[in-house]
């Protein structure tokens, strides 16, 4: 059964730093593409990274570039989204999702297949 699960969310205050796991289950995901979303109260749900499978090339939406990292553990089946200098914009529910096919627009939440169930963050003093 092929399964997502995020963790690594919570509380930060503006400035600091969280990462995020996303452990799969199921399937390898080196295999296939990767992706972190996120969605604020109100606001569609944007992409925020992926990572792609074999070579693992790396994209970022602009609104996080040079702040958030993201890799992946062959080993442990994970991606992760090291997040760095964060601020109140970046609160959210941030999700992971895997397309299976290769998306064509990688920030596009419609390409993807398979998705966790989410994990908060909260950037607040």
């Known amino acids: 059964q092929v399964q997502l699960v995020e963790s690594g969310g919570g509380l930060v205050q503006p400035g600091g730093s969280l990462r995020l796991s996303c452990a799969a289950s199921g399937f390898t995901l080196d295999y296939y593409t990767t992706g972190w979303f996120r969605q604020a109260p109100g606001k569609e749900r944007e992409g925020v990274s992926c990572?792609?499978?074999?070579?693992?090339?790396?994209y970022y939406a602009d609104s996080v570039k040079g702040r958030f990292t993201i890799s992946r553990d062959n080993v442990k089946n994970t991606v992760y989204l090291q997040m760095n200098s964060l601020k109140p914009e970046d609160t959210a529910v941030y999700y992971c999702?895997?397309?299976?096919?290769?998306?064509?627009?990688?920030?596009?939440?419609?390409?993807?297949?398979?998705w966790g169930q989410g994990t908060q963050v909260t950037v607040s003093s």
């Open positions: 990572i792609s499978s074999s070579a693992g090339r790396t």
């Open positions: 999702a895997t397309d299976f096919h290769a998306p064509n627009i990688w920030y596009d939440p419609r390409e993807y297949d398979y």
